[in-house]
């Protein structure tokens, strides 16, 4: 029996997996404080149970995302016929010091590792601290 969408099992489906372990960015899409919607790519980690955004604490979507915000995230397939994973939930959020692991995860991932750690190096001293957002699927 095929399982029922907006199982949390799914997440399990080999299609899903492969766009969660992708180079593909995810679009989030969230409330702007004026009520208009926005979609934004960005990179992301999928750590097993959690999407995890890296973000500059002063980046114009920590405006919004804050604990409890609602958003909906896609992973989309670049190729026909089109593969998408739309999770929505709600969003927690908190700022480390440095470079998130998460992010350097992602970076390394999506560049490889001698662009990723260029990439890494550049970004350090101008930034300090990083926001990171996670987004549990409901």
Known sequence: MPTKQGDLAL???????RLLQSTIPAHVAYIWRDGSPRVIPIGFHWNGAEIVLGTPPDSPK??????????????????????????????????????????????????????????LNNLRPICPQMSRVFFKPE
Request: aromatic share 4%.
């Open 62 to 119: 920590m405006a919004v995302l804050r604990d409890g915000v609602k958003v909906a995230v896609t992973i989309d397939s670049d190729t026909m016929p089109f593969k998408v994973l739309l999770i929505r939930g709600a969003v927690r959020t908190d700022t480390v010091d440095g470079i998130a692991p998460e992010y350097e995860a992602t970076t390394m991932r999506v560049l490889g590792q001698a662009e990723g750690r260029a990439w």
């Open 11 to 17: 997440l399990d489906d080999p299609v899903a997996q």
